[in-house]
């Protein structure tokens, strides 16, 4: 199936997550509203505020839209930082937003800006060489449902979790030029990437 | 419209962010410890290593779509954060009280500053005065997102800006032209927003000053390459970012709309002139309701390119904040002169 993979595009780093998926060879589309929604295979939640987007989600009424994507089209859904928040079951201290993937975060963890990292972790699923990690004001993902399976933990907090219809990083693959992120959530959506890497 | 809609597409589909080219180049220090600073234990060196600085960069790409708002309490920074705000700048009068008010106008009381950090989860920005080094300092102890060092208060130095390179904290300034955003970059600015006219409601000198930004890059890279350096030295640009912005087409930080803003065209209408999200300051909270207000620019920032939004978002918003038409005013009333 050579389809288009979703990215919203409300707020945060949609050219970011484009140029990732461009470089690969796998077309994307921007969503907006619901109707952009069908005929994808897979949706990226970008990074940004998560507040914000969960404001901007409601008022173009693509909540409950990506909710019956996931649900009933079966469309494969990642959410980076802000859109692992979007996605978990449980929020720390606040309602649950999407709700699409058991796990329970915490908005916002790590402190301010000056305690944003980069980092660098073998994650077996993804690469065989070490990736690079940029965690920017992330939350943390604090517990994994038992359907949830954990791809990378790191001392108190989890980074990284996967379930049948979704992938959730508490950092920012888009950020890095690694495209191992992006190349395992093309395959997850079974996307056919035309041509070779561009990078 | 439609011309700057499809200008600005094109521009994205090529646009590869100055962040990960810096990572395609080979780079000397792929070993890292896995955290490479924090606050508390950033040395100088940490800040010499382009690490600190390009994760304020990206800070800055993250909030790009949105809109920061001025407020001067908690009970205006939660309704800014529900409104969907991306981050509030915390300041203890908005620009329409301080030019009306005159005086010193100083980085703002860091209890009050506290207090809202503590009130939203969204980023907290705080102003430093021009070349006042050390209410950034201050600032940047108290823990807060990111520092702005504005025209909008009163100038402590009038020669020099803050050595912004010094600091982990990400910095963002004001300019009017290429040269002045490249110059507060070259000092270690990770975001760039225009000046505008703070405080006056009336968006021609942020227009203006995006126009001639863009306009001013657009020259950069249509100049052979022997042209660059009188090209650069003319407008005062730094020469290596002047290559860089030639390569790449924009400015190498994000690039914000501020001064002026004060309705959801307004807002678009900068979007659609090529910036990244925009600032308002007074726009919001000096209006008949502000509350509603926040969410219409919210949402015409989102859907900048799409008229029957900008539309529905321009319904029902009462008064805008009481505005001053730029063109009558004094030269030595406009705060856009302020920086060097």
Known sequence: MASAIGILDLQGDVIEHIAHFESIGVS?????????????????????????????LRLFELDRAIADAV??????????????????????????????????????????????????????????????LTFIRAPKILQAGKDVEVLLAVDDYIAM??????????????????????????????????GTDRV | MKLYTKTRNKQNSRLIWPTFRLYLKPQKQLIVPRKISSAKNATR????????????????????GGVIMDVVDVEQAKTAEEAGAVAVMALERVPSDIRRQGGVARMSDPDMIA?????????VMAKARIGHFVEAQVLEALSIDYIDESEVLTPADEECHIDKSLFSIPFVCGARNLGEALRRIAEGA?????????????????????????????????????????????????????????????????????GGIATPADAALMMQLGCDGVFVGSG???????????????????CFNDPDQILEASRGLGTAMESINVSGMEDGERLAGRGW
């Open chain 2, 45 to 64: 060196e940490d800040n010499m290593e382009n690490n600190r600085y390009e994760l304020n960069v990206q800070l800055a790409q993250m909030l790009k």
């Open chain 2, 284 to 302: 919001i909270f000096k209006s008949s309701d502000p509350a509603k207000r926040a969410q219409a620019i919210v949402k015409a920032v989102a």
């Open chain 1, 161 to 194: 979790v996967e379930s049948t219809a979704a992938l959730a990083t508490i950092f920012h693959p888009e950020m890095t030029p690694c495209l191992a992120f992006h190349r395992y959530f093309a395959r997850k959506c079974g996307v056919q990437r035309s």
């Open chain 1, 28 to 56: 994307t589309r921007r969503v907006k509203a619901p109707a952009d929604l069908s005929g994808l295979s897979g949706l990226v939640i970008p990074g940004g505020e998560s507040t914000c987007l969960w404001r901007l």
């Open chain 2, 190 to 258: 990770a975001m760039i927003r225009t000046k505008g006219e703070a405080g006056t409601g009336d968006v021609v000198e942020a227009v203006r000053h995006m126009r001639t930004m863009n306009r001013e890059i657009r020259q950069l890279q249509n100049l052979p390459t022997e042209e660059v350096v009188p090209f650069a030295k003319e407008r005062g640009l730094p020469l290596e970012l002047s290559f860089k912005v030639r390569e790449l087409g924009r400015l190498p930080v994000v690039n914000f709309a501020a």
């Open chain 2, 115 to 123: 207090a809202i950090k503590q009130a939203v989860s969204i980023p």
């Open chain 1, 71 to 132: 649900g009933q089209q079966k469309i494969k859904v990642w959410g980076t930082c802000a859109g692992a928040i979007l996605l978990a079951t449980r929020i720390r201290n606040e309602p649950a937003k999407l709700g699409l993937l058991d796990i329970e975060v915490a908005r916002n963890a790590f402190g301010s800006q000056l305690d944003s990292f980069h980092s660098r972790a073998l994650i077996p699923k993804i690469s065989d060489r070490e990736v690079p």
